[in-house]
């Protein structure tokens, strides 16, 4: 059994290079068209050069599962801000062909605004064209990458909530369908809620182990694991993984991960004898992905191969 660690979007130790600086619609309006647009290509191209920069130093760190910025193309699902995604296409391939190249798994995770079953008919088709955004991000990598969205809203209650997602994913096009993983959450729709929409719809579960410390039934995870990783037909299946801050903010990700509660939680994974990817969510990034290596060499008798656990 291999685990693959990862880490999301930045690195701590390359600092400037965020891959995902910002410039807000309100900016860009006082700006005007012209000079808005001038400097919205300038971050884009200086996004696309840190996002390179950081996967370099994730091959050269043996990293190979990595969590990609939404941000890369800024204001592009915008009404009011016009954009030739096109205009990138070289630098997406480029991006890609390290991606390919090195057999990386790189996902993304739409922000909060994505909320595909939300009551509300303009958030859902945002929703959707965030969706839509993000396919063509990868398309244009030429690259076979996953998105990985929550069930959303729980306005009107959860069996309404539920049957509003089912239903508006049923209607999204078969190419973003496929590209969907989807993950129980810290409030509301935990694994049991997440699962069956998941077996129901043909949709990959990602398992997020600190949403489901925060919000679950009562049942223990070796219970529905198996149907977890079933999910997942083929394909590797991937976990993610975070420590609370404290007891008071249990929801809020730790600067870096409880070693110990991991190895516990790995050696009650062993049993499924498959291999898996785990992100780690720690606010101190791959320092923390590294200094949970080291302690795991320190403390275990695992074999580690770089970033890689082997039981």
Request: glycine share 4%; with cysteine.
């Amino acid at each position: 059994m291999k685990i693959r660690l990862g880490y999301v979007v930045l690195s701590k130790t390359l600092e400037n290079n965020t891959s995902s600086s910002l410039m807000t619609y309100a900016h860009y309006s006082k700006l005007g068209k012209v000079r808005g647009n001038e400097k919205l290509n300038k971050i884009i191209l200086s996004n696309f050069e840190d996002l390179e920069s950081i996967l370099k130093y994730n091959i050269k760190n043996d990293i190979s599962f990595y969590r990609m910025t939404s941000r890369l193309i800024l204001l592009f699902t915008h009404n009011d801000v016009e954009l030739d995604i096109n205009l990138y296409k070289d630098y997406f391939k480029k991006i890609g062909n390290i991606i390919n190249k090195n057999k990386m798994r790189v996902d993304t995770h739409p922000d909060q605004f994505c909320v595909l079953n939300s009551v509300k008919e303009e958030v859902v088709l945002s929703s959707i064209n965030i969706l839509n955004y993000h396919k063509i991000m990868f398309n244009l990598m030429n690259y076979d990458g996953k998105m990985i969205i929550h069930v959303g809203s729980s306005a009107l209650g959860k069996r309404k909530s539920i049957k509003r997602f089912k239903d508006n994913f049923k209607k999204l096009n078969k190419d973003i369908q496929k590209m969907i993983l989807l993950e129980n959450d810290d409030k509301i729709f935990n694994v049991t809620n997440t699962l069956n929409i998941c077996e129901e719809l043909n949709i990959p579960f990602v398992f997020d182990y600190h949403h489901h410390f925060c919000n679950n039934n009562g049942q223990k995870i070796e219970f529905f694991l198996p149907r977890i990783i079933n999910t997942w037909g083929n394909n590797k299946p991937k976990m993610h993984y975070s420590s609370p801050k404290s007891k008071k903010e249990k929801r809020s990700h730790n600067d870096y991960i409880d070693p110990e509660k991991f190895i516990e939680f790995i050696e009650r994974i062993k049993f499924l004898n498959v291999d898996v990817d785990i992100m780690i969510e720690a606010k101190m990034k791959d320092e923390a992905l590294f200094r949970l290596i080291r302690y795991l060499k320190y403390k275990t008798d695992y074999i580690i191969d770089g970033t890689t656990i082997i039981l």
